[in-house]
């Protein structure tokens, strides 16, 4: 790719890639160093009208086709996924900037997603009851609906998508994706996949595109349901439009995740797992912990000194550099320049607030990498809870410590808050862990596990200011959200036996 005369990216719509008849479009730009590696078009309301009306042509047919056979197409796709697994992972650390052990992992569950969608033929089983009344039996179908749209956000390009597609689509529903325009360039690698895997023109479409796609697919009028995951404020307005316009929704938002540390935590394995969950993936992950809350003035003393110590030794770099590469634990750079400035001033808006800073990442130079968009590991303590820094979230390499009295202390400032996505605990007490489960407000919780995200056979979404949704994510639940339930009541009256043939 020649970064001075970058190639515009197509849509792929109705089996084909074509280029959108919207003339705007923005860079895509390695965050690590500046590199500009496509232009992105950013499709307007006729480029996702052509998508919708492609989806809808599909249906039909994709509807009626037996469940297993729609399977054998995903199957494919899953091997093919697994084949192209180290360039798809290249690919997102590229585009995205995490490193490539984190890009791996997002690959794994990408293809865990698949795989669990080619049990479609036993997800969406109906159920049935005989004799619900004198006679009379009951059951209950699951039916395709229609066209679904998504709409992507930056920090996951594979993953996210595939908490929604493969179920979509396996179900017998057609999908048009709209992909971040910050990172598209993944999902154009999976499309060159998708597109030999014989699904049928129309079933599964992609749409480059900002926010103008995105409403544009949300206030279609053809489309049945949206799944959308990106941030709140984005969240309760897609949610907000689909009420509006009579469609199914479910729509992720964001999160400020907690690690509560108990007296009693086994502090020498805590702190690694800390330091993974608050810093992997630059802090850009949904369920990345960004408040450590320690309960106790010797468990706040000792956590402050580890914590801190442990981050400092964090390599910060370009992750497609050879030294990197395999390094778990190397943090790349934030998503954008924009990105940066704000992580940086909510840095300094914490410090004016009273934080004390412990390690500062502001100012890191990479050499090599002077136009990446670098943040080092950054520890702020003596954070108050309802402060700007414990309110926000940061998006980015920046912890901060807390101290609480009491495990109440520290549920009751979890429940305060407006997120509510995920939440652990490290105790060896499972009268603290039962609480923990039972009393806390969000909705993946971990016990002496920093990223406490379920596997594919288990839902996956948060509660009250994460998501504005009544089903999660992914697994046997989010079947429900690509079905219509339909029930029959159905009886015979008695008949005479049929005459014998002569
Ligand atoms: P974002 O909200 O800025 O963008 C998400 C998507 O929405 C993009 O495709 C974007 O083009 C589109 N969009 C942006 N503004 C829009 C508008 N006004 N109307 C319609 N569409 C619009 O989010 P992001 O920066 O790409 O991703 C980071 C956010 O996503 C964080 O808040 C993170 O917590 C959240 N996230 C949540 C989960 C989850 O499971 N809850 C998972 C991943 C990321």
Redesign the pocket.
């Known amino acids: 790719m020649d970064s001075n005369n970058p190639s515009l990216l197509q849509n792929h719509v109705d089996g084909r890639w074509v280029t959108p008849a919207a003339e705007d479009s923005v860079d895509v730009q390695n965050p690590s160093d500046g590199r500009i590696l496509a232009r992105v078009p950013l499709s307007g309301a006729a480029d996702v009208d052509h998508a919708v009306a492609a989806a809808r042509t599909a249906f039909g047919e994709w509807s009626r086709t037996p469940v297993a056979e729609r399977c054998s197409h995903m199957r494919m796709l899953a091997q093919l996924m697994r084949e192209n697994f180290e360039d798809l992972a290249r690919q997102i650390t590229e585009e995205m900037g995490k490193s490539l052990p984190d890009a791996r992992a997002e690959m794994k569950r990408a293809i865990e997603n698949v795989d669990v969608a080619c049990g479609m033929p036993t997800l969406m089983q109906g159920e049935n009851v005989t004799n619900c009344a004198a006679d009379i039996d009951g059951e209950v179908l699951r039916l395709p609906i229609g066209v679904f749209g998504m709409?992507?956000?930056?920090?996951?390009p594979a993953m996210?998508p595939f908490w929604f597609l493969p179920y979509a689509v396996a179900s017998g529903n057609t999908f048009v994706l709209?992909?971040?325009?910050?990172v598209p360039l993944t999902m154009q690698a999976h499309f060159r996949l998708i597109e030999r895997c014989g699904f049928p023109p129309g079933v599964i479409n992609l749409v480059n595109g900002?926010?103008i796609a995105?409403?544009a697919l949300?206030e279609h009028a053809d489309v049945d349901g949206i799944s959308?995951?990106?941030?709140?404020p984005?969240a309760r307005?897609?949610a907000e439009a689909c009420a509006r316009t009579g469609k199914r929704c479910q729509a992720?938002?964001?999160?400020k995740n907690y690690l509560v540390v108990m007296p009693d935590a086994k502090l020498d394995r805590v702190v690694q797992n800390m330091l993974t969950s608050c810093l992997g993936c630059a802090g850009q992950r949904?369920m990345a912990a960004s408040v450590i809350a320690c309960v106790g003035d010797q468990t706040y003393r000792q956590v402050c000194d580890q914590f801190t110590a442990v981050a400092k030794s964090v390599n910060v770099g370009n992750p497609l550099d050879d030294h990197f590469m395999d390094d778990a634990q190397a943090i790349g750079p934030v998503i954008s320049d924009d990105a940066k400035r704000r992580i940086q001033s909510l840095i300094q808006v914490g410090i004016e607030e009273g934080a004390t800073l412990l390690l500062d990442g502001r100012g890191i130079q990479i050499s090599g990498c002077e136009d990446g968009h670098f943040i080092g590991p950054t520890v702020l303590a003596d954070v108050q809870p309802g402060s700007t820094l414990e309110r926000t979230?940061i998006?980015g390499p920046v912890v901060i410590i807390l101290k609480f009295d009491s495990l109440d202390g520290a549920i009751t400032a979890i429940n305060q808050h407006e997120y509510g996505?995920g939440a652990s605990i490290y105790t060896q007490n499972g009268y603290w862990a039962r609480r923990f489960k039972t009393e806390t407000l969000a909705g993946m919780i971990g016990v002496n596990v920093g990223i406490p995200a379920p596997v594919a056979y288990l839902p996956?979404?948060?509660m009250r200011g994460?998501?504005f949704a009544d089903i999660k994510?992914q697994s046997k639940e989010v079947v429900r959200f690509f079905t219509e339930s339909k029930i029959v009541t159905e009886r015979y009256w008695p008949e005479e036996d049929p005459i014998p043939a002569e």
């Open positions: 709409i992507a956000p930056f920090n996951f996210v709209k992909c971040s325009e910050q900002d926010k995105s409403q949300v959308f995951v990106g941030s709140s984005v307005k897609i992720l938002g964001s999160a949904c979230e998006f996505n996956f979404g948060g994460s998501i994510g």
